[in-house]
């Protein structure tokens, strides 16, 4: 019982940052791994709790008024679908060879929400407006593709395209990004459960922790807006480039 309130802990903790900043991943899947679970098992079983984290997220800014709706009902099923392939394509491919690449765009990234100013409420364009649709099209399936295939920095990509592309201010940026979250974890979920890599005994537990800690994390981008989320977001770049370089010169030195 022990094993299993620690991983709940870090459930929670995971869901919250995860809820403003994506990188959740960084504290579930090492605490699973730690907790004994093989590779394949610990990434089915993270899946199976952080769709719930995503949901509870999404249910928050969505309760806000903060999610584009009517862009969310072709982004929702384009994740799906880019997520499912995405897995089945890291049945095929080792992701290992991403990380040089993800690990620079992950910089970029960290410097343009950094450093861009996102456009005031008032001068933000509507995702379904023209070009932007085929924008939003584009990155949701692809990056819903890349969540299933290798997953670091699913939702930073997520933002940076909302807010640089498609001019969104980072609260609403945030927001929409968990539409395409929550559609390429639901697709990830059913992919690894059919080849029965979740282990439900503790995806459960955490998926409960996982609830409370989006909806929390959520309701602290809501309330302390634009300044609190780009902390956040430059936190988690800074976490991924770490964790990726590390996993670089790891993979190198055993080479």
């Keep these: 019982m022990g094993h299993i309130a620690a991983l709940c802990v870090a459930a929670a903790f995971a869901g919250a940052v995860d809820a403003v900043g994506g990188g959740g991943g960084l504290v579930t899947v090492p605490a699973l791994l730690a907790a004994g679970l093989p590779p394949h098992l610990a990434l089915g079983t993270?899946?199976?709790?952080?769709?719930?984290?995503?949901?509870?997220?999404?249910?928050?800014?969505?309760?806000?008024?903060?999610?584009?709706?009517?862009?969310?009902?072709?982004?929702?099923?384009?994740?799906?679908?880019?997520?499912a392939?995405?897995?089945?394509?890291?049945?095929?491919?080792?992701?290992?060879?991403?990380?040089?690449i993800v690990l620079v765009l992950l910089v970029v990234a960290g410097v343009v929400v950094l450093v861009v100013r996102p456009p005031a409420e008032r001068d933000r364009q509507e995702i379904l407006a023209g070009r932007a649709a085929v924008i939003w099209a584009a990155a949701a399936l692809g990056l819903g593709a890349y969540d299933g295939f290798f997953g670091p920095g699913t939702g930073t990509f997520l933002i940076l395209v909302l807010v640089t592309l498609l001019h969104r201010p980072l609260s609403r940026a945030t927001a929409d990004a968990k539409v395409v979250n929550f559609g390429s974890n639901v697709a990830a979920v059913a992919v690894f459960a059919s080849r029965g890599a979740v282990l439900w005994k503790l995806a459960l537990p955490m998926a409960g922790?996982?609830?409370?800690?989006?909806?929390?994390g959520a309701h602290l981008a809501v309330r302390r807006g634009d300044r609190f989320i780009r902390g956040v977001v430059v936190l988690v770049v800074v976490a991924l480039v770490v964790k990726i370089a590390r996993d670089l010169v790891i993979g190198r030195s055993h080479s």
């Design 209 to 216: 922790a996982q609830l409370v800690g989006g909806f929390l």
């Design 85 to 100: 392939a995405g897995v089945f394509l890291s049945l095929a491919i080792r992701p290992e060879v991403l990380r040089p």
């Design 46 to 83: 993270n899946k199976g709790q952080s769709v719930f984290g995503s949901g509870a997220a999404l249910s928050r800014y969505a309760h806000a008024g903060l999610v584009d709706r009517e862009a969310a009902r072709f982004a929702f099923p384009l994740a799906i679908a880019g997520s």
